[in-house]
């Protein structure tokens, strides 16, 4: 069963409604001995993600197998692209690329459907 490491949901009826929504895929396999640095930079992502305008939810998952995914969404793509050029994270991106990471997926998608069903 994965393991959610962090995450936070500011979604309200508005994006029910259909409002455009930018949804962050990021699948990523982590380097042997990386998992606490990791989960820092991890936790650090989602704080400043959850700071940005436009931020709507941002929810980390670990699999069994050892696998991470990140699924964060944005308000919309101006909104996600500053997250992205963001100096903290733009430094993230660098430490994951020279060490923590063995490998790493990412898929940008907009939102096309979306259904609810709360009780």
């Known amino acids: ?4 490491i962090c995450g936070r949901d500011r979604r309200g009826a ?3 409604r259909g409002v455009f929504v930018v949804v ?4 990523m396999r982590m380097q042997p001995g990386a998992q606490k640095e990791l989960v820092a930079s991890t936790r650090a992502m989602y704080a400043l993600a959850a700071a ?3 931020f709507v939810a941002y929810k980390h998952f670990m699999a069994e197998d050892g696998e991470l995914l990140a699924h964060i969404e944005f308000a919309s793509e101006e909104a996600a ?6 100096p903290e994270h733009r430094a993230v991106q660098e430490r994951g690329r020279d060490g923590l990471l063995a490998e790493y997926r990412m898929q940008i998608c907009t939102l096309v459907r979306e259904s609810r069903f709360p009780r």
Do not use: E, L
């Open 24 to 27: 962050i895929v990021f699948r």
């Open 1 to 4: 069963m994965p393991q959610a």
């Open 52 to 54: 940005q305008p436009g």
């Open 81 to 86: 692209a500053a997250f992205r050029a963001h």
């Open 14 to 16: 508005t994006a029910a």
